[in-house]
C-alpha cells in the first residue's frame, strides 16, 4: 500500500461532513519533470561560489501556472532530503514552527483550539505541523504537490510514531470537498510558489466551513526589493517592489527548475478579501533576542530592522461559504516598472 497518495477524483477525499475517507490511488508516481531526464541543477552561465559547480541561469520572467507547478514538484523532489537535513533539528519531528524567526503555533495561538476539528496542512512538506496538530487534538490531513516531500513526512511519520494521511495535491485545485474542513494552515507551503495566489485563497475559501480559519506564512513583500544576506548588505534596495515576475531559475535547456513569485502587501489583501475571507491580523515576524542562527535570508543583523516573515490570519465569515466571492477586486494594479526582458539579477534567496 502506498505511503501517501495521489488523488484522482477531487471528492472522494472529505465528504460535507467532514469525513476523511480511505482513497484508490496510483501511488507515487514519477517525479521527472516532462522537460528533464532527472534532477540536475545546472546552468550555463554561473558558477558556485567555490566554483566547482554551475548554477542555473536565473532572472526575472512571466510565468504560466503549469510552468510553476512544474518547476516547484521538480525542484522540491530534488532538494527534500537536503531540506529536511539541514533544517530538521529547527522545525521539529513534530512541532509548529511558523518561519525561520522561531514563532511556535504553541506560543502565539493563532489557529485556536483546535482539538476535535478537521484541519488541513497546505504544502505540508515533511508534516511536522500536521504531527503537532494531532497530538493536540485534531483530524488532520497534510497535502503536498511534492512527493519527495511526502516521502520524507512518512520517514518521519515512522520515526516518531505519529502518523497522519497525507495527500499528493496542487493547492490551486483542492481534492476536498465544499464546506469540509474547519481550518487551514501553511507555514512557508504552496503560497510563494504558485503562479496564481489568488486561485489558492479561492480554494481554501471553498472548502472552509462558516467561520473557518485560514493561517499562513510567506516571505515578507519588501524582501522582494534586498538582496540574499542575512547581514548588513542585505539591507539595500536593489530591485522593485513593484516588479511583479517570477524569480525563475532555468537549466540548460532553458526549463523552469525552480520560481518564486512575489505580492505586494496591498496584491496579497486584495487576493484574500476578493476570495470572500475576513483579514483578521497581519504579523510581521520580528528576529528574537539572542537567536544567532541564519537562514538563507533571515538572520539577526537584517531581522533587527526588517521584517522578513509576514503571517496572514484570515476566516471565512459564519453564514457564508467559499463560493460567495466578493470584495475589493476593481483596483487593478499597473506594473510600470522600467525593466529589459528576461532581467537576469543577482541570485535571489530560496525559501528553502
Known amino acids: 500500500m502506498p505511503a501517501w497518495v495521489t488523488v484522482e477524483s477531487p471528492d472522494n477525499i472529505a465528504d460535507s461532513t467532514g469525513t476523511i475517507d480511505s482513497i484508490g490511488t496510483t501511488g507515487p508516481t514519477d517525479r521527472t519533470s516532462p522537460s528533464h531526464t532527472g534532477p540536475s541543477h545546472t546552468g550555463p552561465s554561473h558558477t558556485d561560489q567555490d566554483g566547482s559547480a554551475p548554477l542555473p541561469a536565473y532572472g526575472y520572467r512571466d510565468i504560466d501556472p503549469d510552468t510553476a507547478r512544474r518547476a516547484s514538484r521538480f525542484y522540491w523532489d530534488d532538494a527534500a532530503a537536503d531540506y529536511q537535513s539541514e ?62 516531500q511526502l516521502d520524507q513526512a512518512r520517514a518521519l511519520g515512522i520515526r516518531t510514531g505519529i502518523d497522519v494521511p497525507l495527500v499528493q495535491a496542487d493547492a490551486t485545485a483542492l481534492p476536498f470537498a465544499a464546506a469540509s474542513v474547519d481550518v487551514a494552515c501553511s507555514a512557508f507551503g504552496a503560497v510563494p510558489f504558485v503562479a496564481d495566489s489568488g486561485t489558492v485563497m479561492r480554494e481554501i475559501a471553498r472548502v472552509l466551513r462558516p467561520g473557518g480559519r485560514w493561517v499562513f506564512s510567506t516571505t515578507h513583500p519588501f524582501v522582494w526589493c534586498l538582496p540574499d544576506d542575512p547581514d548588513e548588505n542585505g ?3 536593489f530591485h522593485s517592489y513593484f516588479d511583479r515576475r517570477a524569480y525563475t531559475e532555468h537549466d540548460e535547456q ?12 496591498g496584491d496579497r489583501v486584495r487576493e484574500i478579501v476578493a476570495a470572500g475571507l475576513i483579514l483578521l491580523d497581519v504579523i510581521e515576524s520580528e528576529w528574537p533576542p539572542g537567536q544567532e542562527r541564519a537562514w538563507g535570508q533571515w538572520g539577526p543583523i537584517r531581522g533587527g530592522y526588517v521584517p522578513s516573515t509576514s503571517i496572514f490570519v484570515t476566516q471565512l465569515p459564519s453564514g457564508a461559504s467559499g463560493a460567495d466571492q466578493h470584495g475589493c477586486g476593481a483596483y ?21
Open 235 to 237: 539591507l539595500r534596495v
Open 254 to 265: 532553458g526549463s523552469a527548475i525552480y520560481t518564486e513569485t512575489h505580492r505586494t502587501m
Open 332 to 352: 487593478q494594479a499597473t506594473d510600470s516598472t522600467p525593466r529589459r526582458a528576461d532581467t537576469l539579477c543577482e541570485q535571489r534567496p530560496r525559501v528553502r
Open 87 to 148: 533544517h530538521g533539528a529547527f522545525l521539529g519531528d513534530s512541532d509548529f514552527c511558523w518561519c525561520p524567526e522561531g514563532l511556535r503555533e504553541s506560543e502565539i495561538g493563532l489557529l485556536g483550539d483546535v482539538a476535535g476539528k478537521v484541519v488541513l496542512e497546505v504544502g505540508c512538506g515533511g508534516a511536522q505541523c500536521a504531527r503537532w496538530l494531532r497530538g493536540q487534538g485534531a483530524r488532520v490531513v497534510g497535502f503536498d504537490l511534492s512527493g519527495g
